[in-house]
C-alpha cells in the first residue's frame, strides 16, 4: 500500500478517521474554522472609531480589544495544542468553536470596552483551541503528500480571510452597526459548530494516559524539543514571521501617511499582495509531491528575502511605491510557500504528539510575529524601518533553514528523511 493511502478497517471499509479527508464537505468546514480567527481579527476593523465613540472608550482602549484577541490566540495555540494529544481532538475542536460562538454574542452585547476586551480574550482563546486541534487533526489523518496538500489548503482559506474579512466588515457597517460585526461571527461559530459535530470524526487513534496532566505536556514538548531539525525548524519560522508581521503591522502606515494613499488604494494594494499569496499557494498544493517540501519552503524563503531587498531599496532610493508595492506582492507570493512548508516540515517531525507540534509552531510563531507591531512603530513605521525588519528577519530564517535542511545522515534525531 502506498504511503499516501488510507488505512482501512479490518473489513475493508475506509476508515472514518480518515476517510473525510476526500470529502469536500468536512474539509471546508475544518478550513473555514482554522481559518475563522484570522477573520474575526480583521472583520471589525473597519468599525474601530465607531466602538470608541459608541462605548466613550479612547483609541488606545479600543485597539486592545485587537491585541488582547491576538496574545490570547497565541498563547491558546500554545496551551490547548499539547492537551489534545491526551484527550482527543474532536472534543476540544468543538469545545473551541462554542466558546468562540457564546464569546462572540458577549463582544456583541458589551457595554463598556472592558467587557468588550475580556469577551474578546476568550473569543481568542476559543479561536485557538479550534485551531490548533484542527491542524493537529491532519497530523492525524494523513501522510506524505496528502498531508502537504492538505496543509496548502488550509493555507489558503487563511490568506483569504485577510483579503475579505475587511470587505465584510465594511459592508456590515454599511447596513448596521459595529455590534452587526460580532453577531455575523457568531452565526458563522454556530454553523461551524454544527458542521463540525456532523462532519468530523474523533482522529486521535491512541490517547495518552495521563496526557493533559502538566508534566506530561512539558515531557511532550521537551521530546520534540530535542529534535536538531524541529528545533531549527521552529526557529526559522517563528524569525521569518517576525519578518513577515513587520509588513502587516507597518505597510497602511507606510503607504498612506507615508506615500498618500486613500484608504481605498491601499485596501487595493494589501488585497493585490494577498491574492500573490492565494495563487502561490495553489501552486503549492499542486507541485507538492513532485518536489519535497524542505526545498519548496527554502524557495518560498528566498523570494521573500530578495522582496525585501527590493522593499529596502525603494524606501531608500526614492523611487517610493513604484518599486516597494511590487517588492512586497513578491514577499507575500513566496509567504503562499512558506506558510504550509512550515506547517508540514514540522508536523511530520512532530507526528508522534500532532498537537504538541501544531501548539509550538502555531503559538510560538504567532505570538512572536505579534512583536513586529511595537518593534516597527518604534522604529518610526517608515517604508525604511519595514523594508530593514522584513530583510532582517526574513534572511535569517532563510539562513536557519538553509542550517535545518542540509544534508546530514541518522535518525530523526539527528536528521535524515521526514517521515512520510
Known sequence: MS??????????????????????????????????????TDLYIP?????????????????????AFLVAFAVGQFVVGPISDGVGRRRILLGGTVVFTLASIVCALAPDVG?????????????????VSGRAMVGD???????????????????????VAPLVGGLVLSFSSWRAAFVVLALLGLVLTLAAARQLPETLVARTPGGSRPRMVVGRMAELLRIPRFRWYLVTGCTATIGFFSYIATSSFVFQQQYGFGEGLYTLVFASNASCMIVSTLVFRRIVGRFDEDRLYTIGLTVCTLGSVLVLVGATTGVGPALVWP?????????????????????????????????????????????????????????????????????????????????????????????R
Open 3 to 40: 504511503d499516501d493511502a488510507p488505512p482501512s478497517s479490518a473489513e475493508g471499509a475506509p476508515d472514518p478517521r480518515t476517510a473525510w479527508t476526500r470529502r469536500r464537505g468536512p474539509l471546508l468546514t475544518l478550513a473555514l474554522i482554522v481559518g475563522i480567527s484570522p477573520f474575526a
Open 115 to 131: 467587557t468588550l476586551v475580556a469577551a474578546r480574550i476568550v473569543q481568542g482563546l476559543g479561536g485557538a483551541a479550534a485551531a
Open 47 to 67: 468599525g474601530l472609531p465607531a466602538i470608541a465613540d459608541d462605548l466613550g472608550a479612547s483609541t488606545a482602549s479600543v485597539q486592545l480589544t485587537l491585541t
Open 327 to 419: 517588492a512586497l506582492a513578491a514577499v507575500t507570493a513566496g509567504w503562499g510557500w512558506v506558510i504550509p512548508g512550515s506547517v508540514t516540515l514540522t508536523q511530520a517531525l512532530g507526528h508522534r504528539h500532532p498537537g504538541t507540534a501544531s501548539a509550538l509552531v502555531g503559538g510560538l510563531q504567532f505570538g512572536l510575529g505579534g512583536l513586529a507591531t511595537p518593534l516597527a512603530g518604534a522604529l518610526g513605521g517608515t517604508a525604511t524601518a519595514m523594508g530593514a525588519l522584513m530583510l532582517g528577519f526574513l534572511a535569517a530564517g532563510l539562513v536557519a533553514q538553509l542550517w535545518a535542511s542540509r544534508p546530514r545522515g541518522g535518525d530523526l534525531v539527528t536528521g535524515g528523511p521526514l517521515p
Open 141 to 163: 489523518a494523513a501522510t506524505g503528500t496528502v498531508r502537504s496538500r492538505l496543509y496548502a489548503t488550509l493555507a489558503v482559506v487563511n490568506s483569504v480571510g485577510p483579503v
